[in-house]
């Protein structure tokens, strides 16, 4: 089997680090210890004999947990050609009702300093999403208990998130501390779309 497949990375990822990854990859299963934590891939396909690949029957049998992802944020739009080309499926844009998971995790800081409330959506730091790294650095605690991001998590119960999270599909709401009312529409929201 030659698969994981260079020119199949390149058109999906739109780079040439295949071997890198798999290396990588290769390399963390040479030390892992399933004591020490979890490890998981989603590997994102459209093939469907790809589970057979050494490099993901070694991984299971070293207990990560490997499974398969067909579906991808497409960017707003901007990747959907290509997704649909190698049969690959947009994400569901869920309803937001409530706030996303990731205004829970904690700041995601730039090479230059910079900071953003999304790590994962906010790839350039000029979104709404965007965080003071002195204010930040000054009393963190503060700006996610009371500040930036308690705003940017109220903005979401209100049902106006912003902007660069309305097109999300990455969106993973926190039901956890929030009311019933919200948890049960989020819910229903969910059921509808799907």
């Not at 800081?109 to 930040?136: I, V």
């Not at 097109?167 to 956890?176: E, G, M, Q």
Request: proline share 5%.
């Amino acid at each position: 089997m030659t698969y994981p497949d260079e020119d199949e990375y390149a058109r999906i990822y739109r780079n040439r680090a295949l071997k890198r990854v798999v290396g990588n990859l290769e390399g963390i299963l040479k030390v892992f210890d399933q004591h020490r934590c979890r490890i998981g891939l989603s590997i994102r396909t459209p093939r469907h004999n790809w589970d057979r690949h050494p490099l993901f029957v070694a991984a299971r049998e070293k207990g990560w947990a490997v499974s398969r992802n067909r579906f991808f944020d497409d960017w707003s739009g901007r990747t959907r050609e290509i997704m649909s080309r190698e049969g690959l499926f947009t994400r569901p844009n869920r309803v937001k009702r409530l706030t996303c998971a990731i205004l829970f995790s904690g700041p995601h800081f730039f090479s230059d300093g910079r900071a953003t409330a999304c790590g994962c959506r906010d790839l350039d730091g000029k979104s709404e999403l965007a965080l003071g790294s002195r204010e930040l650095i000054e009393d963190m605690r503060q700006v996610y208990a009371t500040g930036a991001v308690a705003d940017l998590r109220e903005r979401f119960r209100q049902g106006d998130p912003p902007n660069i999270c309305k097109s999300c599909r990455h969106y993973n709401p926190a039901f956890a501390g929030e009311p019933l009312g919200p948890r049960l529409s989020q819910l229903l929201a969910d059921i509808i779309v799907s």
